[in-house]
Every structure is written in C-alpha cells, then in structure tokens.
C-alpha cells in the first residue's frame, strides 16, 4: 500500500507545472474563421445585391494541388453551414450584412488557400497561416490576394473588408 501512495505522490509531482507561459493553451481552441463585407467604392454594402447575389458565392479548399468544397473530410461539418460560410448581420457597426467564412485550415499546407467565388467570373484568394499548439488551431495571418490583411501589427479587428 505505501507503493501505491508514493508511486501517485511521484505522479502528482511530475503532473503539476508552474510554467506561467501564455502560449500555453489548456484544452483546445479552433480559430479558423474570418467575416468579411463587401463593399463598393462608396463604402455601400453589396453583398446580396444583384451582382453578387448569396446564391452565387462558393468557397473551395486548394489542398496537394486539388479543390475541394468545404466538409471535404468530415460529414459532421457541413451540417451547421454547408457552404463553409453564413451571411447574417455580424455586427452593430457595420450597415448590411457580412459573411463569416471557415476558412481552410488543412494541416497538410503551410499555408492553405481558399478561394471566394463570388460569382462565375469574380473570385478572391484568403491564404492563411495558422499557429498550431497541442489540439489549438488560431489564425495568426491572413492574405488577400496577396496582400496582408490580418495579422498587421496593431491591429485588433478580426474581419476585413473588399471593396469591388
């Protein structure tokens, strides 16, 4: 019986960390969505509009070279948002709706790719870059077409806006 208690005190010791590290992220925490507006020159909200209409807008994963639609590698997904995106009014201060888009978060590419199609002949290119800890997927960067969007130093929000 005195083995049993010295061998949990010796498990209990090894188990208990004093590190203080905020990197360190007990449990885990999926981070892997963006809301965007889309916006003309004017600052008018235009999504849902005759040219961009919401039955028109798809997202697609570039993953090993190939496209897949969203819930590519999991029935349970697609359940909630089976376009890998919803439109709703997201915020107080922005006139119109926005979109929330779940972006591609495949562990497979440094940094995956989504593409926005908004239409037939319109579509843009979210790359990201994520920060991966034990179970923990957060968004640390993201580009649009190229262009630094997320991620800037400073910066607080967690949308973007297009302007077409």
Same mark, same amino acid.
Do not use: C, H, P, W
């Given at each position: 019986m005195k083995n049993i208690y010295i061998l949990f005190l010796v498990i209990l010791c090894i188990s208990c960390n004093d590190n203080d590290d905020p990197e360190i992220i007990d449990g885990v925490v999926i981070n892997e969505n963006v809301d965007v507006y889309l916006k003309n020159s004017a600052g008018e909200n235009i999504l849902g509009t005759d040219k961009y209409p919401e039955n028109s807008i798809s997202i697609k994963y570039l993953i090993g070279g190939k496209e897949f639609g969203y819930g590519y590698n999991s029935t349970g997904a697609i359940l909630d948002n089976p376009k890998g995106f919803f439109i709703e009014k997201l915020s107080e201060q922005e *006139?119109? /709706?926005?979109?929330? !888009?779940?972006?591609?978060?495949? @562990? @497979?590419?440094?940094?995956p790719i989504t593409y926005l199609r908004w239409n037939e002949t319109e579509t843009d290119i979210l790359k990201a870059k994520y920060k991966r800890m034990g179970g923990s997927v957060l968004l640390e960067k993201l580009w649009l077409n190229d262009v630094l969007v997320l991620g800037v130093e400073?910066? *607080? *929000?967690?949308? !973007? *806006?297009?302007? /077409?």
């Open positions: *006139t119109g /709706k926005g979109m929330r !888009i779940f972006l591609n978060a495949d @562990s @497979s590419e440094d940094y400073g910066q *607080t *929000t967690r949308y !973007i *806006t297009i302007v /077409k």
